[in-house]
C-alpha cells in the first residue's frame, strides 16, 4: 500500500465517484434536459409524494438554499408542484406531476443503461465483490454510530 494520497484507496473512490457524477450529469442533461441534482430530488419527491424541501436538503446533503434553486427549476419545467404545509406555513410539500414521474422512469433508465455500460468491464464476481467491500467499509464509516450522517 502505498503512502502517495493520489494511489490512496480513499482518493481513487472519490475520483471514482466524482467522474461517474460527471458521466451520468451528462449523460442526463443530453438526452433529458435535467441535471444529476435535479434527478436526485426528482427521485426524492417520486419515492416519497408529500416530502418537504427540509427533509430532501438533509437526505441529499445539501443546503436548503440550493435545493429550493433545483426545485424551482423542476417547477418551471412542470416536473413536480409545490404546495404550502397548512400545520407549518414555512414548509413546502413537493408532489410529483404525471410529467415528472414519466421523465423520472426514463432517467432512471438511462443512467441504468449508462452505468451498466461502465460496469461491463467487470465480470459479475468482481461486481459481487466490489458491492460487498463498499457496504464493509460503508459500515465502518456509518455504521458504528459516528458523528457523521450517512
Known amino acids: 500500500m502505498s503512502n502517495n494520497f493520489s494511489d490512496a484507496i480513499a ?15 451528462f449523460s442526463l442533461q443530453n438526452k433529458l434536459d ?23 436538503a438533509k437526505f441529499l446533503e445539501l443546503t436548503q438554499a440550493a435545493v429550493s434553486r433545483q426545485i424551482e427549476v423542476l417547477r418551471n419545467k412542470k416536473l413536480i408542484s409545490i404546495t404550502q404545509n397548512e400545520r407549518n406555513r414555512r414548509e413546502n410539500i413537493l408532489h410529483p406531476t404525471p410529467l415528472g414521474q414519466k421523465l423520472f422512469k426514463q432517467a432512471s433508465k438511462i443512467l441504468d443503461e449508462t452505468f451498466g455500460n461502465l460496469y461491463e468491464i467487470m465480470n459479475e ?8 467491500s463498499l457496504d464493509k467499509l460503508l459500515f465502518s464509516v456509518c455504521g458504528k454510530k459516528r458523528n457523521i450522517d450517512c
Open 125 to 132: 464476481k468482481e461486481k459481487e465483490n466490489l458491492e460487498k
Open 11 to 25: 482518493y481513487k473512490i472519490h475520483k471514482a465517484v466524482f467522474v461517474m457524477d460527471k458521466v451520468a450529469d
Open 34 to 56: 435535467l441535471t444529476l441534482s435535479q434527478f436526485f430530488i426528482l427521485m426524492a419527491v417520486d419515492r416519497n409524494p408529500n416530502v418537504t424541501q427540509i427533509e430532501i
